[in-house]
């Protein structure tokens, strides 16, 4: 097989290949979404948590014992930030958009690839997981890192979940984007709720060697072949490489229209569970290494499942508010979800290519208290969970402090010497958006927190 110079490059073994955990922001370790839409045209039907069952967009589903949906998270759903008119994710989605449909034009002269961004983030648990080929038992499932509406159905993960129903529909290749949830940590760059955009190919036999030289004696599959850290059993070498190259180059140009063409870019090996070579794209920004997104070629078994055993596809996966952050400047993600105008009206452009730098609001003085307590002895429930997860705890913080809270931090970690008890005390930072915070005001949010600690988590306080 014969490669032009220029895709050499693409194809050298790639420096300190490595296992690494699988990007928090981009593509996490399960999803899926339900195959129906919805508009983001008015208002979307109140979702409310019940006794005996949880309603999204009008549909009920009944409460068991994973479910762990707060009030505060559903509040979001439905917002579809990427999808409203001039708001920086709805900037960065369509300069993704415009580029592919610039870049990317079939045969009759239309965008080659398809966008949907309006699937609903309510999704069931075989889309998330298993349409993956996440396994069972796989640490991302738990019910501690994901919303549950019950042990069937949740709020997707990640905008994986899509893959298989959209190349079941017979698409060879299309955009993605929309919220995805996850429970998390509390600091200025991770909130419960947050946005992807990935974009899927495939090729038949013919569309990926067609400019090959003697490409009709190439072929994409082979039997009896060994999976390799270069490639999958059922592919032959050449395809690998082929789609491989043709990934990265992609993802290349997209990065370099973003951020600029002298951009510097390295690869990093990586693993996920759905694709195999698996990258991570890391940017040189500000005099550090950034990563921006994860791809690969895709699960052979993933597309057998979809009705597209005959192709070979990429896939990648990217955050819209790590993207945001960068090109716009702006320093905390609580601010996405701002409807101040101050904020709003810098990036009512218009033109989508126009730059903007986000002006910092007025920032307002922090208050900070701290919260001890004893936890529970470790024994896990009735229903094998764990009793305690800071997870538990970040949750309930959320759930009534909300958008008050900038930063929760684990300042200290005790176990006693006799007794062996374990206490953790935890630092919670409030700060309003676009006021001053009395600390008469915290002092009630944070009253309620260490009530709620006690009565939901089974902790005891030491305040």
Known sequence: MIFAPSVLPYLQPWPRPLLRHLLSEFWPNGCAASWRRLSTKGHAPQSVIGQDSVQVFGQSYPRD????????????????????????????????????????????????FSVHDNLSPVVTTEQNFDSLLIPPGHPSRKRGDNYYLNRATMLRAHTSAHQ????????????????????????????????????????????????????????????????????QETHTLEAVKLVEFDLKRTLTQLVSYLFGADLEIRWVDCYFPFTHPSFEMEVRFQGDWMEVLGCGVMEQELLNSAGAGDKLGWAFGLGLERLAMVLY????????????????????????????CFQLLSKYPPLHNDISFWLPDGKESEAGRESFTENDFYELVRSIGGDLVEK???????THPKTGRRSQCYRIIYRHMERTLTQQEVRRVHQQIEQAAESELGVQGRF
């Open 65 to 112: 014992d994973f479910t762990n949906v707060t009030p505060k998270i559903l509040e979001k759903v439905g917002r579809n930030l990427h999808n409203q008119s001039h708001h920086p994710l709805w900037l960065i989605k369509e300069r993704i958009k415009a580029h592919f449909y610039s870049s990317f034009v079939g045969r009759s002269g239309n965008p080659l």
């Open 164 to 231: 298989r129903d959209l190349v079941r529909s017979g698409l060879d290749a299309f955009l993605l984007a929309g919220d995805v949830y996850r429970r998390d940590e509390i600091d200025a760059s991770h909130y419960p709720v947050f946005h992807q955009m990935e974009g899927v190919r495939l090729f038949s036999n013919r569309q990926l060697f067609s400019r090959v030289q003697n490409g009709g004696e190439l072929s994409l599959f082979e039997r009896g072949g060994r999976r390799s850290p270069e490639k």
């Open 408 to 414: 929760v931090s684990l300042v200290d970690n005790f």
């Open 329 to 356: 400047s702006i320093p905390d993600i609580r601010l996405f979800w701002s409807r101040d105008e101050r904020f709003l009206k810098q990036f009512r452009v218009q033109d989508i290519h126009q730059p903007v």
